[in-house]
């Protein structure tokens, strides 16, 4: 699955130094604003100990991680929605990812310019959403302004849309993003072709400094109490450290720095996995002696639609499913182990496939 996360905020909060830590895809960070014009973008490993294990136990000719591609998205600034800074250019970008991993500023620091000259995240936060706001406002009602012509003729089904485009469009004007309604499978049809922005899931990262990396500080604070009824996930990365364990070459080197700093793994790799969780995916894997793969699905796909992640073919010609749970193979250590000791099944089109299964697909076009 081509998955795409764009990194947003304000200028200058720490956006390409964390696009930079995630994907070592040096893209220019500067204390001031606009550094960042074009979008970078940065095509990550998304970080698995399962298939490090499965690797070391089949011993294959390559091995492949699932990806996520993460788009660095410039700055945007009061007035986006109506093109300042960029600013249409920048919600275009937008536009076109999956989930929103939201980056504020919560640090101080005289030496870092701040856009708005102080550390406010609460105010950051809703500059952003105010911006995004307003561009689906705007391509709300255009939508409503054609769909009311034909209403004005009678059409039953132009009625329905432009009543459920007026919910939407109040839902806004009461200042609140598209993600807080939940949609109706109706409603989805009607808004689908509009690509939302504020309809996107979104991660909040806050960048804080060495000493908040662990527990968090006041601004933090501040921000979970704002967005506890949004049902999104916060996560705190200390940029700056990021940066550094970024530079060091080995693994050895990396565990002994954050070691030293209290943390278990680095924030980009707590980062990633909540963005699988934020988009409801999961993994299984493909294990063979030429290669060990993670395949990256939705939670609740049946097998064929697995198979037809890896080729269209899989899932047309799909006939069965040879399964084994990732514990039973690493406990087991083979296939032939495992097959053996009875714990490889067969199963059928209406497997819905778990985290962790190791697989192989029977078909036939």
Not at 183 to 204: F, G, M, R, S
């Amino acid at each position: 699955m081509a998955l795409k996360c764009g990194i947003v905020g304000l200028p200058n909060v720490g956006k390409s130094t964390l696009f930079n830590c995630l994907s070592k895809a040096k893209a220019q960070s500067a204390n001031f604003p606009f550094c960042t014009i074009e979008p970078n973008v940065g095509v990550i490993n998304v970080p698995d100990e399962r298939l490090e294990k499965l690797a070391e136990l089949v011993n294959p000719e390559k091995v492949q991680a699932t990806t996520i591609e993460i788009v660095d998205i410039a700055g945007l600034v009061k007035g986006a929605s109506k093109g300042e800074g960029l600013g249409n250019k920048f919600l275009a970008n937008i536009r076109e990812c999956n989930a929103i991993i939201h980056v504020l500023r919560c640090f101080d620091d005289d030496n870092i310019v701040h856009v708005e000259a102080s550390v406010n995240p609460i105010r950051d936060k809703e500059t952003i959403d105010f911006e995004l706001q307003l561009k689906d406002l705007e391509a709300l009602e255009k939508k409503r302004e054609k769909k009311q012509k034909i209403a004005n003729s009678g059409d039953k089904d132009a009625i329905k849309s432009v009543e459920i485009l007026d919910k939407y469009i109040t839902n806004i004007q009461e200042g609140r993003s598209v993600r807080s309604l939940t949609a109706t499978d109706t409603e989805k049809e009607v808004i689908q072709d509009l690509h939302l922005l504020t309809q996107k899931p979104v991660l909040y990262v806050c960048n804080v400094d060495e000493s908040a990396a662990k527990s968090g500080n006041k601004y933090v604070a501040q921000l979970k109490e704002v967005v506890e009824n949004e049902n999104a996930e916060i996560l705190l990365i200390a940029t700056a450290i990021e940066a550094e364990i970024a530079e060091l070459e080995t693994i050895n080197e990396q565990q002994l720095f954050l070691e030293e700093m209290g943390l278990q793994k680095p924030g980009s790799h707590h980062l990633i996995q909540a963005t699988y969780r934020l988009l409801n995916l999961q993994t299984y894997f493909t294990a063979g002696k030429k290669e060990v793969r993670a395949w990256t699905i939705k939670k609740g796909m049946k097998a064929p639609q697995a198979a037809g992640v890896i080729h269209s073919d899989f899932e047309k010609g799909f006939i069965r499913a040879e399964v084994i749970a990732y514990n039973d193979f690493v406990t087991l250590e083979s296939e032939q182990a495992c097959k053996d000791a009875g714990k490889l099944s067969v199963e059928g089109k209406e497997y819905i496939v778990k985290d962790g299964d190791v697989m192989h697909f029977r078909f036939n076009v």
